[in-house]
């Protein structure tokens, strides 16, 4: 049996895991807040894998290969890290396929994380049996993906079917951190919650102002404790999502919307409130005929994803 190794690189941690086919046989989690690099990241990664190896009885001649999801543009032809993310400002230098090869004589695949995710779902998750998808991630940003045809979308620049977070909504708008105007993510996401929830006249007498890094969990927590501004900004950020929803829907034509991330997982009654608005809003015949469904495999998927492209060389 084949075993790939897996690793979704994130801002705060590494997850890393043994998987075979769909299966992770052992994982382990690196706390990297304070690491500003990855190449210093490497000999711990390794350290870690190897021991997983040995506590999971897997043989070196058992690899196949090891994936690498990561929260950036990847070219997945060549093995690249095309753009910087926030942190890991040395990763587009990094030959990862070398490091691969020196540790464990394997070859290593890269993938933009949001991708991974939509590759776990599909083989592993609530997408299986379905070859078109469209994959939302509300986390700090929106992360998306789409599968059209069982093709996952990647594009000239690696940007297909990536940026359903940066398309516009508001044509008044203020500038995203992408350059674009009046975003889905500048409209409704984690990282402008404090500065949407600030511009409402009611922001000093509301319980959240007591919050110095609000989240969606303050947000509809206080809604439902029935604050005035919580639900506003609630009902408006739903609206924002549901709206983005459609305009995936008329850009893919997927058959299922899997939604995952923290935020989704802190308020499951949002899931008919999308699907409703895509039962009115989009155009027939895909009105009535899409689905919105909670991803089954949460912090996981990636790993599964990146499992799939590492066993299918693909
Ligand atoms: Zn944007």
């Known amino acids: 049996m084949s075993v790939s190794i897996v690793l979704d690189i994130g801002g705060t941690s590494i997850k890393l895991a043994l998987a075979r086919s769909g299966d992770l046989i052992a994982h382990d989690k690196i706390e990297v807040a304070d690491s500003r690099l990855l190449e210093p990241l490497l000999h711990v990664i390794s350290e870690r894998v190897d021991r997983m190896m040995s506590v999971a009885h897997v043989d070196l001649t058992e690899l196949v290969g090891i994936g690498f999801a990561f929260p950036c543009i990847i070219d997945h032809h060549r093995g690249k890290i095309l753009s910087d993310y926030v942190k890991y400002t040395d990763a587009q230098a990094l030959d990862l396929q070398t490091w691969?090869?020196?540790?464990?004589?394997?070859?290593?695949?890269?993938?933009?994380?949001?991708?991974?995710a939509l590759v776990g779902e599909w083989q592993y998750g609530r997408g299986r049996g379905s070859d078109n998808l469209v994959q939302m991630t509300f986390g700090t940003g929106i992360g998306t993906a789409v599968l059209i045809d069982g093709q996952v979308l990647r594009g000239k620049h690696y940007l297909a079917g990536n940026l359903g977070g940066h398309v516009t909504l508001d044509l008044n708008g203020d500038v995203c951190n992408c350059g674009n105007i009046g975003c889905v993510e500048a409209v409704a996401s984690t990282w402008a919650l404090l500065q949407m929830l600030k511009r409402h006249v009611g922001y000093t007498d509301s319980p959240i102002r007591q919050e110095k890094y609000p989240s969606y969990r303050d947000v509809f927590s206080l809604a439902a404790q029935g604050d005035e501004l919580s639900i506003k900004v609630r009902d408006e950020s739903v609206k924002a999502w549901g709206l983005a929803m459609v305009n995936m829907v008329h850009s893919f034509d997927p058959e299922?919307?899997?939604?995952?991330?923290?935020?989704?997982?802190?308020?499951?009654?949002?899931i008919p409130t999308f699907q409703a608005m895509l039962d009115r809003h989009t155009w027939a015949p895909s009105r009535g005929n899409v689905e919105?469904?909670?991803a089954e495999n949460g912090e996981t998927a990636a790993l599964l994803g990146m499992d799939y492209l590492v066993q299918n060389k693909g």
């Open 100 to 116: 691969a090869q020196q540790e464990w004589s394997i070859s290593a695949i890269l993938e933009n994380d949001a991708r991974a």
């Open 292 to 294: 919105v469904v909670l």
């Open 256 to 270: 299922k919307i899997v939604v995952s991330g923290g935020v989704m997982r802190s308020s499951a009654e949002m």
